[in-house]
């Protein structure tokens, strides 16, 4: 078992940063590939960002390739989204998932879930 936690949601103004956190306890984190990903009412949880175990590799959805970062700690147990130039399109809530194995973008890959932060973003 893995537990998530996140932090570090909010409201910001547009073209402003968040930084978030997800911290895991459980089973050895270095163990696990990470991913953040966000959900609106009414629409499907969309891939956000993925990280490698070792934090080496990484990849981002289009709509957030240079303005987002994912970052990990596996010394501390934690993965980070470092999200600049946020705009209103951003809001959503934002999840970490842990997953073993398997496409980083797809939901069902992924074994563990947190329980959420809001992003919202105002224009």
């Known amino acids: 078992q893995v537990q998530l936690v996140e932090s570090g949601g909010g409201l910001v103004q547009a073209g402003g940063s968040l930084r978030l956190s997800c911290a895991a306890s459980?089973?050895?984190?270095?163990?696990?590939?990470m991913g953040w990903f966000r959900q609106t009412p009414g629409k499907e949880r969309d891939i956000v960002a993925a990280?490698?175990?070792?934090?080496?590799?990484?990849s981002y959805a289009d709509s957030v390739k240079g303005r987002f970062t994912i970052s990990r700690d596996n010394a501390t147990n934690t993965v980070y989204l470092q999200m600049n130039s946020l705009k209103p399109e951003d809001t959503a809530v934002y999840y970490c998932?842990?997953?073993?194995?398997?496409?980083?973008?797809?939901?069902?890959?992924?074994?563990?879930w947190g329980q959420g932060t809001q992003v919202t973003v105002s224009s």
């Open positions: 459980g089973r050895t984190f270095s163990l696990y590939a």
């Open positions: 998932a842990a997953r073993v194995s398997g496409r980083a973008s797809l939901v069902y890959n992924y074994d563990y």
């Open positions: 990280i490698s175990r070792s934090g080496g590799g990484t």
